[in-house]
């Protein structure tokens, strides 16, 4: 989201409302956002998503 994180209560209705649709999983990942931070920043936190949920589903327990 540009204006809001993953806190607000817009994005949080939007991924509530998504999600009924259909069986899913909805990962919001809050981004290192810009002017602060230039890309690739945001690029990187969202590898860093992808690696972490990736641990998650191969390990038992959720432990690394």
């Given at each position: ?11 949080h ?51 690394p």
């Amino acid at each position: 989201m540009i204006l809001n994180g993953p806190d607000t209560i817009f994005c949080h209705e939007f991924c509530e409302n998504f999600i009924r649709f259909g069986p899913a999983i909805l990962v919001s990942v809050a981004y290192c956002l810009a002017p602060e931070h230039r890309l690739p920043v945001a690029y990187k936190d969202g590898e860093d998503a992808l690696l972490w949920l990736k641990n998650q589903a191969l390990s038992p327990n959720g432990q690394p």
